[in-house]
């Protein structure tokens, strides 16, 4: 397989090593180019001594990356970052695909929404994507197929997330003092995510978002009164039946056998008109990096899952 | 203060371990007697050498507490130990004061159901109490006040136990292995506190159970529509304004600062017709051994709060 | 009895939160005055709202020390924040007792370092006491007994410890991303506890601190060769017992019976000539204010436990 | 690559589940048998819904692998368990590679210990291989290079291992209510490993284990007095330069770079004639599952590292 040649913007915070540890494994593309800010002027395996022997990339500051030959450009930077930088390639006519993993084009509509379940089709062969947001992913992958299917009118979501979903810089919400042993919720019914989100779900969402004392993951409850009979089995099966990176479960789906993975779980339990929904994902996985890749597939032709099929570490 | 003579039932497993714990700090009660069944026969400062130097008690095989001659008997027992054992100290006449953790009695018309801040007057003197369920304490004081009140007409709980919840013997769902990093529901919709639940809270409560990664503590999200205008922060201070033990909060409590203390932390935020309250308890202080003796200092006429206000460990 | 009035300088740090938590239940003493630099302006209670119903206690700026009336302060500030503050007390003739949970004191000739354990005679009725280091206080407690005997010429020493040693300030070491799931050595020989090791042991010590994945705690390891028989039994036996904060164990302790005590559970192991002894503390008790507190009892006349003998919270 | 097929006995376990998990991305090996004892007439995609999409797999009753024609052994069991399997096994005129991952052959003259950095070339092409304990493999490649050398007289050792060493069953000392936020050590000086140990490594160590509060890996300090001066740069790097899988770091390693990897991570500090070795890996990767199929490699001939190299998830 011809490899696609790859520049990655961010290459030191927790998303970008995501994308590089992946990227490893992925027999389509090779990472050949990182950008950074305050990473700039050293190496990849100077800041992250194990990617010795997997990597031996210089990063190149931010600014330069306007003149990349890469064959595709992925963004994983904070909000408000790669916007300029977006703008800086296309007007410098850059022709490569873009992948933004940050916030900054969720909702520009030069960007098709990477939300590779519901929107495959625009996908495929799409020059420029925004990323979906973690919490985004889990909530519309549980939440769609229902509103799509007019039962439900609104959808009550709690969503724990691990502390890797903070990013890298230290802050009193990801000491380890205050997070083992903690549960604390924060932006309650505000989460940024839910501008995304109400794009695709045509429902109400009400969204706790709890801080939890692990480092990976999504793990979110989406309760909700049907309002009419329905089969939610044919309807789950038949929303992602030909989605490879969706695996519907017995039951509410646990945490761990997507952690380090690019799955999405999926699990319901319904008593009479009232129905529960788990989802679970990596957050850097099918939350920021795997979905990206994901998505890069699409974009270059690829199969979907290329690279993406790594077994979960299970313990 | 004179010093009332406690009898203890199941001194072995945790729930009986916290008692003796904050028994420790309580100048009104004692605990002078020990019964175990596979715990007999062995001191209490064997079995946990921490005990040294607070305990030096011998425990009796559980079938003689019938003869206690102590003021008070609590049982700290599993599911179904505990209903002989009261038959057989009513039979023998005993006339002292019995509260049972465990869930034998919660349903018998003979005890009061121990939730303090809804029964407190019935509570004043009584001589048979059953103390709810943890799960069932922190559902119940997060619904009970809107569901008094006619505000809601259901609700949509998800939450979150520590595994000190599931008692000192090992299992697969306790083993760190796969507790450490994960998030597991549990019995959905069919949790068996959902019975107690029922007798205080007249809507029906749609419940999740998930079990966490850390020891001690429970956190709850309950989800609600309003179904009227209303003012909830007058409602909650005029519900719980003369119970000590809670407190309310400004936004969705934490965990940690309940940890280690029978508070029950209550806060919660409302948005448009839309309500979430969030409930942090210690499983096994308000959600156990705590309330067990709340319920005991209202038995025995001391005030409420005795040897109950220690301050949590915070960190 | 009568209580003593203090000062605590340094209120809103992770030290200064454990000396407000323990005081609540010491008789002996009342903290009546904070003193706080960032936190200056604000109450206690606002910033830990878990102590609301415990203080009710304004922050003064830190420069107002000099000017207290207490009968005692303690100093609980980051290392090069205290030095000058005494000063300023001195100069102003404070004539009541000075705690600095600190560094900058320990090497301080005006100071008597307060290992309660090795120098009790010297601190009772002391009017200033520099409280030791952490990990100093678990490695000086296990190694003491064996060098001032003579028995072993070196000791080699591997100590992990909880995040909380850090201190509040978030910082990449205490991310819980970094720290949960991980060990990590620091400071390898090199730990600024080991000068006043020095002053009290009179054997090298080749010490490997360690973060651990946990909050609160320190549990260390100290190997050395005996060059003698001894009965290490007797030894210890006769070292602390008439310590009433040092409980002995059979062979090696655990960390979690320590922890929110004052207690130092030390155990040993021998075989030939080749010994192990294990000591657990809880790096914010015996480690820091709960010696603290230890060291103002003596220094008040107070006996050395008051205050002191909380039980654990074991789960 | 033409792939060799491979039974593996113990299917269920912690270990075998490893072996599953790294042997999907080999790309010279395929499992194609599985044999339990409990888990016999399952599949394992029941048993372990993760590997769905990966294995499609019926458990055999373990009795019967007498009879496989796979070309290769895998045996993860408990101890006791493998012995009369192998027995079996040989007395059928078995022609293929065994390699037992449990301890019954570890001292047995028929099979070859398979430290691979020590014993490689006796190992390519060998029938029959006893795959080194967790913490005998990390104490073994941090000693030995010092011993083989004669610099150091005995070694202190303490290390500390994840929960997921002690096997799936459920036990009190991996219930995570005792295990979260504690340090315990046991069989101290007495490891089963010490024997294994004994017979690589010529000098006495002195080995303290301890239960550590996470899941996967080993991570371990060496201490040591230098008995003459050395170059032990020079030295750890001629004992592994040509060890693809043990990496040589500054300073002591980390845990968590190892995490899901079959590295050994190593690093050293020297002061004066004292130094300490750190050894870091995962007890399921490099202390079991790994190591057994690098040594499966090299007895089939195939580069040493092949389908070793995923990278850690890092987070």
Chains 1, 2, 3, 4 share one sequence.
Not at 44 to 53: H, K, N, R, S
């Amino acid at each position: 397989m011809k490899r696609h040649t790859v520049a990655l913007a961010g290459a030191s915070g927790y998303t970008g090593m995501e994308v590089l540890r992946i990227a490893i494994s992925h027999p389509g593309i090779s990472i050949t180019e990182l950008y950074g800010a305050s990473s700039a002027g050293k190496t990849i395996q100077e800041l992250v001594p194990a990617f010795e022997g997997y990597y031996d990339l210089f990063i190149h500051h931010m600014s330069s990356i306007a003149d990349t030959k890469a064959d595709a450009v992925i963004m994983a930077l904070p909000h408000g970052e790669s916007a300029a930088l977006v703008d800086a390639l296309l007007a410098n006519g850059y022709k490569g695909k873009i992948v933004d993993i940050g916030s900054d084009h969720r909702s520009d509509c030069r960007a098709i929404y990477g939300l590779v379940e519901a929107f495959r089709d625009s996908l495929l062969g799409a020059d420029f994507v925004a990323n979906p947001g973690c919490f985004a992913t889990a909530i519309q992958l549980g939440v769609k197929p229902l509103s799509d299917a007019g039962l439900i009118d609104q959808a009550f979501v709690t969503g724990v997330t691990g502390s890797s979903g903070s990013g890298a810089t230290p802050s009193s919400t990801t000491h380890s003092s205050s997070r083992i042993g903690n549960l604390k919720a924060y932006k309650v019914f505000e989460h940024q995510h839910l501008d995304e989100i109400r794009h695709t779900v045509g429902v109400p969402v009400h969204f706790v978002p709890v801080s939890g004392p692990f480092v990976r993951g999504i793990w979110i409850t989406i309760q909700a009164t049907l309002n009419q009979e329905a089969d939610v089995d044919a309807l789950f099966a038949n929303a992602y039946g030909s989605s490879p990176m969706v695996r519907l479960r017995q039951g509410l789906p646990e945490l761990k056998p997507v952690i380090g993975t690019n799955f999405a779980d999926i699990g319901w339990v319904v008593q009479g008109n009232h129905i529960v929904v788990g989802v679970a994902i990596d957050n850097l996985g099918k939350g920021a990096a795997g979905q990206a890749l994901q998505n890069l597939n699409l974009m270059l032709g690829l199969p979907e899952t290329t690279g993406l099929l790594t077994p979960p570490q299970l313990l």
